[in-house]
């Protein structure tokens, strides 16, 4: 298994605060992602990394934001949780363009 | 913008029958092509990818798809089902091998 972690893996908060959630991984890999996953939709993108500081938006950004000061790390933050945020995150790695991507365990995110 | 569809939601089938999962997707581009299984309360994981290399494509587990560009489609196929496959799987499609765009996946059923 890719050494992905994912933290925390539950959290339940309240609508109108900040939340963040965390991806480490031990494989030196340059790309990193985030999803979320929502019945009837699969995954979407939220943001993604190609390097330290080097982030971009995918699908779905609106709402929240992304931090990579480190290889090893990527942070997703929701600045103001709502309702519509309460999804599963997956985080996942890859080597490369054209390699495949490797998904951590997820975080499953209530916001009351 | 890119697209998947795949076709029934949930797909049930007896152990030791055929399985086939379809996948059609839209894409401007000649694309990479992948499906993905997650098992309850987990990550997914990858089961084969397509990258134009050969239109049949062999995963783990017994699984292989056939990219066929003149129907848009990389169905998934396994000659007798197992217990075990019972999961939900994901195809998912990139047009630079970097940003996947998934369908909304497919729960499959496996009767003893």
């Known amino acids: 298994d890719a050494g992905i972690t994912q933290s925390p893996r539950h959290k339940v908060t309240e609508t109108g605060t900040p939340v963040t959630l965390r991806c480490h991984q031990t494989?030196?890999?340059?790309?990193m992602y985030w999803y979320r996953q929502d019945p009837g939709h699969g995954l979407r993108l939220i943001h993604y990394s190609y390097g330290v500081k080097d982030t971009d938006k995918g699908e779905v950004s609106d709402g929240y934001s992304v931090s990579r000061s480190k290889t090893e790390d990527f942070l997703l933050t929701l600045e103001s949780a709502t309702s519509s945020q309460t999804s599963v995150y997956f985080c996942?790695?890859?080597?490369?363009?054209?390699?495949?991507?490797?998904f951590g365990p997820g975080t499953r995110l209530t916001v009351t | 913008a890119q697209s998947v569809t795949q076709l029934g939601s949930h797909v049930s089938v007896s152990e030791g029958a055929l399985v086939l999962l379809r996948c059609n997707y839209s894409s401007s581009v000649p694309p990479y092509l992948f499906w993905y299984v997650q098992y309850p309360n987990q990550g997914l994981q990858l089961l084969l990818k397509y990258t134009s290399a050969a239109t049949l494509v062999k995963g783990i587990n017994g699984f292989e798809a056939e990219f066929k560009k003149s129907e848009t489609s990389f169905h998934l196929t396994k000659p007798s089902a197992h217990m075990s496959d019972a999961a939900e799987y994901f195809c998912a499609v990139s047009d630079d091998g970097n940003k996947l765009v998934f369908g909304a996946g497919t729960i499959l059923r496996v009767k003893s």
């Open positions: 996942a790695i890859s080597r490369d363009l054209n390699y495949e991507q490797y």
């Open positions: 494989e030196n890999h340059r790309y």
